[in-house]
């Protein structure tokens, strides 16, 4: 009996040990720095009111790190080629019912929304922009209620089902949402890219502390320039 219970525990360990969060991943290809257009997804973040228009409740916050990056025209010019090369474009916008009862902590930046009363569903804050409005054949992402755009949504099963392999992140904040989902993505099996001048923090300081030491971490840090001639080499033949 005692050991039959070895045996048991031995085959438990090893099935255990095989079930990782890799192995949910289907297989990928050896990483290359050039995806295939037809593979990849931009994934915008948070292009929504509240940062990106003036009136926005955190507008002010990140509008001097979008000026200084030029941000939302590098964003539009990636979205606007993506489509024409054939990715797919993916927005994942944040809201909250009224009353922001998802949210029950007493810190950090979540309870500063709710206490902001910031992305409450159904108003314009929380509303994409004009600028980055989604087009026939863009995919909103809906269900994001926390930092990582993978957590709380069906972000994962949508990549997948549209067949893509490397995602290109950009969009709001850069140290806190773009991070998070950078890592969920990367641990996910993804082959990772981020926008560095189509992200935005809250300080220079900030934004630069999180390209510097964080990005190179889990992903290839690469301009919105270089993204897009990587897509242009990779078009989907029209």
Not at 14 to 21: M, P, W
Not at 96 to 125: D, M, R, S
Not at 195 to 216: I, K, P, R, W, Y
Not at 230 to 237: M, Q, Y
Request: aromatic fraction near 6%; hydrophobic fraction near 40%.
């Amino acid at each position: 009996i005692l050991n039959m219970k070895l045996l048991l525990a031995a085959l438990l360990a090893n099935a255990c040990s095989a079930f990782t969060l890799s192995s949910l991943a289907s297989p990928r290809p050896a990483f290359s720095l050039r995806g295939v257009a037809s593979e990849t997804a931009v994934v915008c973040i948070e292009y929504q009111n509240e940062f990106t228009t003036e009136g926005g409740k955190l507008h002010d916050a990140v509008k001097p790190v979008m000026d200084a990056t030029n941000m939302m025209s590098n964003t539009k010019k990636v979205v606007d080629e993506a489509r024409k090369a054939g990715a797919l474009v993916v927005h994942v916008p944040i809201s909250f019912a009224k009353g922001h009862k998802a949210i029950n902590g007493q810190y950090g930046i979540l309870n500063g929304v709710k206490e902001g009363l910031a992305f409450e569903a159904g108003t314009w804050g929380a509303e994409i922009c004009d600028e980055m409005s989604p087009e026939e054949g863009d995919i909103v992402v809906g269900g994001k209620t926390g930092l990582c755009g993978f957590a709380s949504t069906n972000l994962d099963m949508v990549l997948r089902q549209n067949g893509v392999k490397d995602v290109a992140l950009c969009g709001f904040l850069t140290n806190c949402c773009v991070e998070s989902s950078m890592r969920s993505a990367y641990e996910l099996g993804y082959n990772v890219k981020t926008l560095t001048d189509c992200v935005a923090a809250t300080s220079m300081e900030a934004q630069e502390a999180t390209l510097e030491h964080n990005f190179g971490m889990f992903s290839i840090p690469m301009t919105s320039e270089d993204f897009v001639k990587d897509l242009e080499k990779s078009a989907t033949p029209a």
